[in-house]
Structures are given as structure tokens and as C-alpha cells.
């Protein structure tokens, strides 16, 4: 690809961040935006496109414990991990997250529970041929579930 001024280096780069938090993989976004994969790579490494994407998919349960533990510290006296007013910020932010946006991370919440429930069946198999017959399940249905949640985020987000 031709030589881009830096503005239209850093609007690619934002781009590129935007379809990788979309689910589209680096492959496709080079493939996409015409650029080597490498480039892609570095881009994603030096630009947290990995925290961006999680960021979107944070479960509803994990700001429900954040805010829960901050709540038990209170109650003990200890200092708490966020201040009311972040909890505060936190509860309003969730309440604005769109109809699709909850709907995805109830979906991710129910599908890290399949999988705690698989990995707890693994740990309490007494057979080796069955802990690995459950973990090869688990993982052809990790590869389904990451797919379906994937093409989710493309459609709804």
C-alpha cells in the first residue's frame, strides 16, 4: 500500500479498532483495509484493540460483583475499591447500554456459565478418557459459541 499522512494512518488504525471490537478478525481486517497482516498485529499490540474488545463484552455480572464487594468493604469498614460516586457513574452507565448491548452480555454471562459447568465436570471425572472426552466437547462448543457470539456483535452492535 502506498505511503498514508499520519492522520489517515491513525483514522485506519481507529477503523481497524472499531471492526476488530465488532468481532471481524485481523486477517479479515487487512484483508479489509488493505494492509499486511503484520501491520495489523502491530496496530493491535501497541493499540489495546484485545482491552477495547473486552470492554464491550464485560459482563453485567462481573460490574454486579465489582459493586457487591465494594458494598461488603463499606459495611466492614475497610476501604472500599471504588467510591460511591463510581459506583454511582457505573450503575448509570449501565443503565444506558442499549437493548442489543444487554442482550450480548447476558448471552457471554450464560455461556461462561456452560463453560464453568463443563470445566467442573472435567475436574470431577475419574477417568482420564472422560475428562478428556468432556474437555474435547467443551472446546468444539467454545469454537461455536465464540462464532455465534462473534456474528451477534457484527449484527446488533
Given at each position: ?6 492522520k489517515?494512518r491513525?483514522e485506519k488504525?481507529a ?7 465488532k468481532?471481524f478478525d ?5 484483508d ?5 497482516v503484520?501491520?495489523l ?25 465489582e ?10 469498614g ?7 460516586d463510581?459506583?454511582s457513574?457505573?450503575v448509570s452507565?449501565?443503565?444506558k447500554l442499549?437493548?442489543s ?12 456459565l456452560l463453560?464453568e ?7 470431577a471425572s475419574k477417568?482420564?478418557?472422560q475428562k478428556e472426552k ?18 451477534l ?5
Amino acid at each position: 500500500m502506498a505511503s498514508i499522512s499520519n492522520k489517515e494512518r491513525l483514522e485506519k488504525i481507529a477503523h481497524a479498532k472499531r471492526l476488530y471490537v465488532k468481532g471481524f478478525d485481523l486477517n479479515t481486517i487487512a484483508d479489509m483495509l488493505g494492509f499486511s497482516v503484520n501491520t495489523l498485529n502491530k496496530w493491535a499490540s501497541d493499540n489495546d484493540f484485545e482491552s477495547a474488545k473486552r470492554a464491550t463484552s464485560i459482563s453485567i455480572n462481573e460490574v454486579r460483583n465489582e459493586i457487591l464487594l465494594t458494598y461488603q468493604a463499606m459495611q466492614k469498614g475497610e476501604e472500599p475499591k471504588m467510591s460511591p460516586d463510581q459506583i454511582s457513574k457505573l450503575v448509570s452507565s449501565l443503565e444506558k447500554l442499549s437493548y442489543s448491548q444487554k442482550s450480548i452480555s447476558w448471552i457471554i454471562e450464560g455461556y461462561e456459565l456452560l463453560t464453568e459447568t463443563f470445566l467442573e465436570e472435567v475436574q470431577a471425572s475419574k477417568s482420564e478418557k472422560q475428562k478428556e472426552k468432556i474437555y474435547e466437547l467443551l472446546k468444539e462448543v467454545r469454537k461455536r459459541m465464540d462464532t455465534a457470539i462473534n456474528k451477534l456483535q457484527k449484527e446488533l452492535l
